[in-house]
T-cell receptor
Framework: AQTVTQSQPEMSVQEAETVTLSCTYDTSENNYYLFWYKQPPSRQMILVIRQEAYKQQNATENRFSVNFQKAAKSFSLKISDSQLGDTAMYFCAQKGAQKLVFGQGTRLTINP | ETGVTQSPTHLIKTRGQQVTLRCSSQSGHNTVSWYQQALGQGPQFIFQYYREEENGRGNFPPRFSGLQFPNYSSELNVNALELDDSALYLC??????????????FGEGSRLTVL
C-alpha cells in the first residue's frame, strides 16, 4: 500500500528565510513519481515540483528544491528566500501505477 | 486556454439527499479524476475516467459514482449523503499521456456541507 506522511502540521518563518518541509513515503513500486503541491486559500492545488524516482538528481524549480533520499523514502522540500505568497498548505504526494496519494499537509506561514 | 472549472463552488445538502458536482476539463485534456478532501486532511482519490469509462477507483463505496462525457467534462454523483461526506471535492484533469507522470491540473473545488 502507498502511504505518505508529513510530520509537521504547521510551520512559520520570516520572509526571506529558508524553510524545509519534511515528507516520508512508503511504496512497493519501483517506478513512481513524487510531488509537492501547494494549496493557497483559493483552494486550487498547484504543482510546485516533481521528482522521478529513477532519477538520482534532486529536482529544482527556481526557489524550490527537493532532497530525495530513495533508500530512506524521504522527500523534503526546501523553499529559499521565502516570500509572503508562499503562505499556503503544502502537500507531499506520491504516484505509482494509478492514483495520487497525498500526505496530510503542512500549513506554512511566511511572516513579514 | 481555459483551466479546470468546477460547479457549484459551495452547496449545502441534508443527510440522505443526492448531489451532483460538475467539472470541465482543461482544454486538450482527456482524463479526469476526482478527489475528496476532508477538512484538515489531504485529498483522497475517488476515481478516474478516461474515454468515458472509469479506469481506476479508490476506497469509496458504490454510492459515489461518476460520468465522463464526450467533451471530457465530468460529473461526480453521491447518493444517500452522510454527514462524513462533508468535504471539498476536487476535480483534476490531464492528458492521458501525462497521467502516469502525475501532471494534473486541479480546479478550485466544490465545498459540500451535509447537515
Amino acid at each position: 500500500a502507498q502511504t505518505v506522511t508529513q510530520s509537521q502540521p504547521e510551520m512559520s518563518v520570516q520572509e526571506a528565510e529558508t524553510v524545509t518541509l519534511s515528507c516520508t513515503y512508503d511504496t512497493s513500486e519501483n517506478n513512481y513519481y513524487l510531488f509537492w503541491y501547494k494549496q493557497p486559500p483559493s483552494r486550487q492545488m498547484i504543482l510546485v515540483i516533481r521528482q522521478e524516482a529513477y532519477k538520482q538528481q534532486n529536482a529544482t524549480e527556481n526557489r524550490f528544491s527537493v532532497n530525495f533520499q530513495k533508500a530512506a523514502k524521504s522527500f523534503s522540500l526546501k523553499i529559499s528566500d521565502s516570500q509572503l505568497g508562499d503562505t499556503a498548505m503544502y502537500f507531499c504526494a506520491q504516484k505509482g501505477a494509478q492514483k495520487l496519494v497525498f500526505g496530510q499537509g503542512t500549513r506554512l506561514t511566511i511572516n513579514p | 486556454e481555459t483551466g479546470v472549472t468546477q460547479s457549484p463552488t459551495h452547496l449545502i445538502k441534508t443527510r440522505g439527499q443526492q448531489v451532483t458536482l460538475r467539472c470541465s476539463s482543461q482544454s486538450g485534456h482527456n482524463t479526469v479524476s476526482w478527489y475528496q478532501q476532508a477538512l484538515g486532511q489531504g485529498p483522497q482519490f475517488i476515481f478516474q475516467y478516461y474515454r468515458e469509462e472509469e479506469n481506476g477507483r479508490g476506497n469509496f463505496p458504490p454510492r459515489f459514482s461518476g460520468l465522463q462525457f464526450p467533451n471530457y467534462s465530468s460529473e461526480l454523483n453521491v447518493n444517500a449523503l452522510e454527514l462524513d461526506d462533508s468535504a471539498l471535492y476536487l476535480c483534476a484533469s490531464s492528458k492521458a499521456t501525462r497521467v502516469r507522470t502525475g501532471e494534473l491540473f486541479f480546479g478550485e473545488g466544490s465545498r459540500l456541507t451535509v447537515l
